[in-house]
């Protein structure tokens, strides 16, 4: 079965709010069934690098990016004992991008598009995550201006996660 829909602007806008809306639901019921989770403190960091390296693939000239998104995470409910207060979360990806891929300017120019008809510019990401989790839309921010500035469309790319504890 190959089958598909289609959606307006309007449409899609109106399913991310609710989503939102949803998501910011959730995470109040959570915490009303679990107070101490409001006892969180999360610390984003987003790193970017554009590095010199290049290769070829699929023919065409690509360039490494390497991001680096960082969640620290500490417990400030004073009932925790101190060695258990902190975590770290880490996400990595090393991505190879290619500035000239053909037909690759028409999806941008829709990304764009929608972007503005969704109201979903750079900088404003953050505030439609913020119904998950307030504390993530300063890296989803940065995250997403940092994201603006890459020029091209990533051929390969390698995610690593990471998690470490006191």
């Known amino acids: 079965k190959k089958t598909y829909s289609t959606m307006t602007f309007d449409e899609f806008k109106a399913a991310l709010q609710r989503a939102q809306e949803q998501a910011k639901q959730s995470r109040e019921q959570a915490i009303t069934k679990h107070p101490e989770a409001a006892n969180i403190k999360i610390t984003p960091k987003v790193y970017s690098e554009e590095t010199n390296a290049t290769r070829t693939i699929l023919d065409l000239p690509a ?86 500035t890459v020029k091209g469309m990533p051929l390969l790319q390698n995610v690593s996660f990471g998690m470490a504890a006191t």
């Open 63 to 148: 360039k490494e990016v390497k991001w680096q998104i960082e969640m620290q995470i500490e417990s400030t409910d004073p009932k925790v004992q101190e060695k258990a207060q902190s975590a770290s979360m880490t996400m990595n990806s090393d991505a190879w991008i290619a500035p000239n891929v053909p037909g690759y300017d028409e999806i941008r120019q829709f990304y764009v598009h929608m972007s503005k008809q969704l109201d979903w510019l750079p900088g404003t990401m953050g505030n439609m995550m913020a119904g998950m989790n307030a504390q993530m839309g300063p890296a989803m921010q940065e995250f997403q201006k940092n994201l603006v």
